[in-house]
């Protein structure tokens, strides 16, 4: 994940580092998707249209699959515990990453997206 490296060492907590290296790691292992750095936030693209991002704050992780994947999959977030708002969903450092979730909305985002030619919806 060469590509997020300057990214992250920008965090100087060890357990952070680490959650948000795992996440990306996971990210990149489960579906080959494209890593880049924009926008300065870790993101995944797929065919060239964006898919997911993720960027840490002093509290929690952001996640960014979109707002009508956001939409679909609100009552799953809520049940996970996260924080959404119109744009992300939050989960707390102290929280455990639901990667059954996360799977779900990328796969979701990947097939809805299939032959999309833009970067955003």
Do not use: C
């Amino acid at each position: 994940m060469e590509v997020f490296s300057e990214y992250l060492d920008k965090l100087d907590d060890a357990f952070k580092y680490n959650r948000m290296k795992e996440l990306l790691s996971w990210t990149q292992n489960e579906f080959h998707l494209v890593p880049r750095l924009a926008w300065n936030q870790p993101m995944f693209t797929n065919k060239g249209t964006f898919i997911i991002a993720y960027s840490y704050s002093k509290n929690h992780i952001s996640v960014a699959p979109e707002a009508v994947t956001l939409e679909k999959f609100k009552d799953d977030i809520l049940k996970a515990n996260y924080k959404p708002t119109t744009q992300i969903f939050r989960i707390p450092w102290n929280e455990k990453i639901d990667f059954s979730l996360l799977k779900k909305i990328i796969e979701f985002n990947i097939i809805d997206k299939d032959g999309y030619d833009k970067f955003w919806r």
